[in-house]
């Protein structure tokens, strides 16, 4: 499977760069990525605003029905790798009921892909690959 993950310029850096190394996408429904991801998928990167220039493979992948004791255990575990480990940056994700964590492998920068705009989604899943 194939999916494009749209992300701020702040945490597509940090993954191009190797500092973060987990995706992570926590929220109130079961949306994608949410049971839609898999060991071995291919995952485009997009920056917001900007057209695909990455891609990663799924090395593992970790869904979570969340309570406010998960996402702490979460974040002591995993806070780190995802890029966020302050205590008060996880506030608001405490509220939220499911998660999602994506961990990267083989990330690398690839020419250009033109993609029209996303209109606020910030996970795609697709049938095939784009290149």
Known sequence: MFHIAILQKKWFN??????????????????????????????????TGKNITAKARVKDVKFFELTPLIVEQIRINYGNAIGVSRVKAWENTKLKKFGTLVFLENVEKISEIKVDRSCGTAWFVLNKGLE
């Open 14 to 47: 940090l993954i191009l760069s190797g500092e973060k190394t987990i995706e992570s996408r926590f929220s109130f429904n079961k949306i994608a990525p949410y049971g839609k991801v898999a060991v071995g998928d291919t995952i485009y990167l997009k920056e």
